[in-house]
């Protein structure tokens, strides 16, 4: 599954070089700063997503997760576990967007 890069952030690469390069590093650093898997590493980003209510970052992690190998279900798992935290309204708004991109997908 090819990730799908929104045009404003190739926009932004383009114009803003040097600022993308650097926030790509960051990325890179916190990546390499401990020992988390990709799969545990896409877990926690999707819970960060949901968490602050971002669509296109939720769309993004739910991708990510999908190409470092996790199933829907455990992705659908991540995003249930907000709702005693979140509460139900964040929950919901956050699984519509996680099917945005499972779609149909069972398991």
Known sequence: MASQIPNSYKKMKTSQRAIMEAYEKLGEACTEAGPLTDRERALVKIGLSVGARLE??????????????????????????????????????????????????KS
Request: charged share 20%; proline share 6%; hydrophobic share 50%.
């Open 56 to 105: 296109g970052g939720l769309h993004s992690h739910v991708r990510k997760a999908l190409e470092a190998g996790l199933e829907p279900v455990e992705i659908r798992q991540a995003v249930f576990l907000a709702l005693p935290t979140l509460g139900l309204p964040t929950m919901m708004a956050a699984l519509t967007w996680a099917e945005d991109v499972l779609g149909s997908r």
